[in-house]
């Protein structure tokens, strides 16, 4: 008895390390982001006396320059913005490190920090402020705090694969949606979650010591408490399809006793669909709803201004490029410089995509001549030698010129440069249950099917890639693909005919 007491204390005390050894380092994080936000706002306030006073851009010249006053003013409003800033959640962890949103509330807060500025002036009519410095305030304060937060994300993720700032995390559930939902919290830098393994439930097959994935099984439902102090899990995420109401009741029973343990639980539609859940409550009861797009409002316009700037710059090498493709497509071969190919967009609904022609218009007769390659065709849907493609054509999918016409696409809003691999009415059904997901998000020019082997790739691997790709997308994801992986993919030319 006194040995199982003894090993008890032992896991508690072990367990209180780890959970004050996380909490020391999110202190020190948050530590940091107090000073890094006070520096920017000092900084961005000194700029916009600068520009108000010393560049002499204004709204009203009448103003006249007293630092002394502005600094003293600054001692007030920047604990007064802190402490706009932990309202709003921007010391939270929840909030933290995980998708754009931290980037909004710094929005939001620094608006709501010039706010009180705006109303305190309207009613004393002694404080005289600049309206110049309130613009230029407002707007660079949210400039550097966000360029500063999103420096420090950089700094916590190359932290995060270096084991700080995670929470060791159990999943409930071994079916398809807990293994879905481990592969895809197992990256850590954008989780901020150690899967330590999984908890099966009575009735899966599975035992402890088995591996699914390469995660271990750690035990069962009945021993999760046990199982918890062990890992010393700070997060138990259920797969409510791999548990039934009644043992779902017993989870939150077990949990009720580690209050430094969380529970989450999963949509239940994860492996299926990507586009993420909203929650509205009717009468006390809350009902979850699928959103229709994968991306939200501000990432689709970073992603849309990301699309716009890049073409803007690269027009003047475009134009003598699409000249010189159109004068070799005419005499190589008669018939229209492009060919329109209809294809899903957003939501399922068609377009005609743009590219360069790169068959012969009687393309189907020649075909007709071989039926070896059109029963393959009609297979695969592409043939490595296609005896319609002309002598140009070739040479322009090898080097996937012929798709720059889409780029036409991007500027009408049907395609991004960056995104999933195009998919035609005839395709749709070969992408099984994943394909609503695939058409939450505009198709790409390129992205990760078209970087990774293209034609090369059987359904199942180019549905892997695409997903991943919705998964995890970042305006930083697309930044990669089109700098770091496209250009060495279209010099290798793998797969592309």
């Known amino acids: 008895m006194t040995a199982n007491t003894n090993i008890a204390a032992t896991q508690r005390k072990v367990e209180a390390n780890a959970t004050s050894s996380l909490a020391a380092q999110r202190n020190l994080y948050r530590m940091f982001l107090v000073i890094g936000d006070a520096a920017m706002l000092l900084l961005a306030f000194t700029l916009a006396y600068w520009l108000r006073f010393a560049a002499g851009i204004t709204l009203h010249a009448e103003i006249v320059p007293y630092w002394q006053g502005y600094l003293f ?202 586009t993420g859940m909203e929650v509205a409550t009717r009468n006390s009861v809350p009902l979850m709803s699928l959103k229709r797009l994968r991306l939200n409002g501000v990432e689709t316009l970073l992603k849309g201004a990301l699309d716009y700037a890049l073409i803007l710059l690269a027009l003047p090498v475009l134009l003598p490029v699409f000249v010189v493709i159109a004068v070799l497509i005419k005499l190589d071969s008669p018939g229209p410089v492009f060919y329109h190919r209809c294809v899903l967009g957003v939501g399922g609904k068609s377009f005609g995509a743009f590219k360069f022609r790169t068959m012969y218009v009687d393309g189907n007769q020649i075909l007709e001549q071989f039926p070896e390659l059109k029963a393959e065709l009609a297979c695969a849907h592409k043939l490595k030698d296609d005896p319609r ?83 995890n997308y970042s305006i930083w994801l697309d930044i990669q693909i089109l700098f770091f992986q496209t250009i060495p993919a279209v010099f290798k030319g793998r797969g592309a005919y």
């Open 73 to 274: 003013l600054y001692s007030f409003l920047i604990p007064l913005w802190l402490g706009i800033f932990a309202v709003f959640g921007l010391y939270d962890f929840n909030s933290l490190l995980g998708n754009i949103t931290e980037y909004g509330k710094v929005v939001n807060a620094c608006t709501w920090g010039m706010m009180a500025v705006v109303i305190y002036g309207f009613f004393d009519p002694a404080f005289v402020i600049a309206r110049g410095w309130l613009v230029f305030s407002w707007l660079l304060s949210m400039f550097w705090v966000s360029s500063f937060r999103l420096l420090m994300r950089r700094i916590a993720y190359r932290a995060r694969r270096a084991g700080y700032f995670v929470m060791p995390t159990v999943i409930v559930g071994t079916n398809q949606e807990a293994v879905a939902l481990a592969d895809q919290l197992r990256n850590s830098a954008g989780s901020g979650m150690e899967i330590t393994g999984l908890v099966a439930v009575a009735g899966s097959g599975f035992r402890m010591g088995d591996q699914i994935h390469g995660i271990p099984v750690l035990g069962d439902l009945e021993h999760l408490q046990e199982i918890l102090a062990v890992q010393h899990a700070e997060e138990v995420v259920v797969a409510t399809t791999a548990v039934d109401g009644e043992q779902l009741v017993g989870i939150s029973q077990q949990l009720s006793n580690s209050p430094q343990t969380h529970m989450r639980l999963s949509s239940g539609l994860y492996e299926v669909f990507t």
């Open 389 to 471: 493609v002309t002598r140009i054509g070739k040479w322009l999918r090898r080097t996937s010129l012929d798709e720059l016409p889409q780029l036409l696409n991007v500027i009408l809003g049907q395609m991004s440069l960056v995104g999933p691999r195009m998919i035609s009415p005839a395709e749709h059904d070969l992408y099984g249950r994943m394909k609503l997901n695939l058409l939450t998000v505009k198709p790409g020019l390129t992205g990760m099917w078209q970087v990774s082997g293209r034609s090369d790739l059987k359904y199942d691997e180019r549905v892997r890639l695409d997903m991943y790709y919705i998964r």
